[in-house]
């Protein structure tokens, strides 16, 4: 069986299609037809259906692709054993909460470029629900995160430093008693949707006081809920790091409720078990000497 056949298969299934795994391999789409096509007959299943217009993996290409992952996995690290040096090289896949993505990592992924060039770094961001299971299934190789009934069973696990929640307003609405159970509020609650665990966590003490709200938005972009509750249509809970500025010059205030100023861990994961790459211990180590000093 060849490896390349297996690598060829495992960017399919990460590219999404048959013509960007040529593009991000330097093949053509035929090439890349041909290879599957091969590893197919070797196994004696289809690993992929037509799904309208999209590539899908079939039951047999889902069982598959964990083991084909782990083989690629080995052969990475035999080639890194013989090398003089542990200088990192390959391929790291990170996924990456959005709020650490856009407001911490840009020094951690600065100093990872300047320390592993010859690293094909690949960033992606989910909700924290799916990130644990796209490490599990090998699609990702370290996730960054908010633990969301992360499954230390399966999951290595290692907190990078903690993040103070806040619940936070327009001015106008800054005065608005959450705090007293019951009763209607006129204002809406703006979360990132059930898979955030700001959602998870206010969606709980909401319902804890049963207080009644208008509405509940659910926007899938940070800078979308600042701004909607910067004009002033409800309310939202975020880390502190995400809201510096707009606190500063007034945008924003926090409103009084026990639950703000709680703190949770940020984390770093990845499948227990498997083989740490060099890159993976690196980018590992530059995010707690990155966001532990900064208290998030």
């Known amino acids: 069986m060849e490896l390349k056949n297996l690598r060829t298969f495992q960017t399919v299934v990460d590219q999404g299609s048959y013509q960007?795994?040529?593009?991000?391999?330097?093949?053509?789409?035929?090439?890349?037809?041909?290879?599957?096509?091969?590893?197919?007959?070797?196994?004696g299943v289809p690993l992929f259906e037509r799904v309208g217009r999209k590539m899908a993996l079939t039951e047999a290409g889902e069982r598959v692709l964990p083991q084909a992952r782990e083989l690629l996995l080995a052969a990475d690290r035999l080639v890194e054993q013989g090398r003089d040096n542990r200088t990192p090289t390959g391929t790291l896949r990170v996924d990456i909460a959005e709020t650490l993505l856009c407001y911490r990592m840009q020094p951690v992924i600065r100093a990872f470029r300047d320390r592993a060039p010859q690293v094909r770094l690949i960033i992606h961001s989910s909700n924290c629900v799916d990130m644990a299971e796209n490490v599990r299934t090998g699609a990702f190789d370290l996730c960054l995160g908010y633990d969301i009934n992360w499954k230390r069973e399966i999951l290595e696990i290692r907190t990078i430093g903690d993040?103070?929640?806040?619940?936070?307003?327009?001015?106008?609405?800054?005065?608005?008693?959450?705090?007293?159970?019951?009763?209607?509020?006129?204002?809406?609650?703006?979360?990132?949707g059930t898979g955030s665990i700001?959602?998870?966590?206010?969606?709980?003490?909401?319902?804890?006081?049963?207080?009644?709200?208008?509405?509940?938005?659910?926007?899938?972009?940070?800078?979308?809920?600042k701004q909607c509750v910067m004009s002033g249509l409800g309310f939202t809970y975020l880390p502190?790091?995400?809201?510096?500025?707009?606190?500063?010059?007034?945008?924003?205030?926090?409103?009084?409720?026990?639950?703000?100023?709680?703190?949770?861990?940020?984390?770093?994961?990845?499948?227990?078990?498997?083989?740490?790459?060099?890159?993976?211990?690196?980018f590992s180590d530059l995010l707690r000497e990155n966001l532990s000093a900064g208290g998030e």
């Open 240 to 282: 502190r790091f995400v809201v510096e500025e707009e606190l500063a010059d007034g945008r924003l205030v926090e409103m009084e409720a026990p639950i703000s100023g709680a703190s949770i861990p940020a984390l770093c994961a990845w499948r227990k078990g498997r083989w740490v790459t060099p890159a993976m211990e690196l």
């Open 20 to 43: 960007r795994a040529a593009e991000y391999l330097g093949y053509t789409q035929s090439t890349i037809t041909f290879q599957i096509q091969q590893l197919e007959e070797e196994l």
């Open 198 to 225: 700001f959602h998870l966590l206010l969606d709980k003490y909401v319902r804890e006081l049963e207080i009644e709200l208008d509405t509940t938005l659910e926007l899938w972009s940070i800078e979308g809920i």
């Open 163 to 192: 993040c103070e929640l806040l619940l936070l307003a327009s001015p106008d609405f800054g005065q608005m008693d959450l705090t007293a159970p019951g009763g209607y509020r006129p204002a809406s609650r703006i979360t990132g």
